[in-house]
């Protein structure tokens, strides 16, 4: 015999429903989006739109920048901080992408002002480069840091270039910051960013920029200088693993 209470339909509230559409259509755009954007997006009509993106911005949730939404600290702390996939994940995955790919592959995020190190997978036969000069001070020098630099806005890395100036570390290296601030910016988002022996000699190295919720994050692969022809193909199989990741994640963007 079937009761009430097992067959009843649960109450949805639709107003939490479109809210969360509105979320997760933010979630899609790291540097932000305007209200049309995400009322098409989240398939809203756009007067519903403007209602709850002012009540999420209110409660902290999305915060208004230049005209464009953003997650805001209260859609942060839900998840203990920037949306990102959780540490083990990423280890395990750089594991396995540096035996499929065949080269040492890197993941770091600019955190609190500074380059951080997430995690390191490289191969017997392929080893990761040794850090000789401290990554969090050569950002300049090495093909991570230059990603990450590059998805700063001016004053984050001016500040940043005022606390760990350029300095050449081989004859390859960017010779001083206005030489490397006309690099950053000359950079584009879909293309990789490629360093040849400017961190360290014999050495090539190409890294992509990861969008996950409010982080600022870049992976890339290195490889010998004689396994050069082998870099380009190999930061773009990293991508593709990647976006493949990323996608099973609530608040993954794009690559």
């Not at 017997?124 to 990554?135: G, H, I, K, Y």
């Not at 773009?236 to 990323?246: F, I, K, N, P």
Request: aromatic share 6%; with cysteine.
């Amino acid at each position: 015999m079937t009761t009430a209470s097992s067959t009843a339909v649960p109450t949805l509230i639709g107003s939490v429903q479109r809210a969360l559409r509105l979320m997760e259509a933010v979630g899609t755009h790291r540097d932000g989006a305007p209200a049309k954007q995400l009322a098409r997006e989240a398939g809203l009509p756009l007067p519903t739109a403007y209602h709850l993106l002012r009540t999420l911005t209110h409660e902290g949730y999305l915060r208004r920048e230049n005209g464009v939404f953003l997650f805001g600290a209260a859609a942060e702390r839900l998840g203990g901080g920037p949306a990102t996939p959780r540490p083990g994940v990423i280890v395990d995955s750089l594991a396995h992408w540096a035996d499929v790919i065949g080269a040492p592959v890197y993941c770091a995020l600019y955190k609190d002002g500074e380059i951080e190190m997430v995690a390191v997978a490289d191969t017997p036969a392929v080893p990761a480069v040794r850090e000789w000069a401290s990554f969090r001070e050569t950002g300049h020098a090495h093909a991570l840091g230059q990603c990450l630099l590059a998805q700063l806005d001016e004053r984050e890395r001016e500040d940043h270039l005022d606390r760990h100036p350029v300095r050449p570390l081989t004859r390859y290296s960017v010779r001083d910051r206005q030489a490397l601030l006309r690099r950053l910016r000359s950079m584009k988002h879909t293309e990789p960013v490629v360093e040849r022996q400017e961190y360290v000699m014999g050495t090539v190295c190409a890294a992509i920029p990861i969008t996950v919720g409010s982080a600022v994050a870049a992976m890339a692969v290195s490889l010998p200088l004689h396994q050069e022809e082998r870099l380009l193909p190999a930061v773009e199989q990293l991508r593709c693993e990647v976006t493949t990741l990323l996608r099973s994640f609530v608040f993954s963007i794009s690559i």
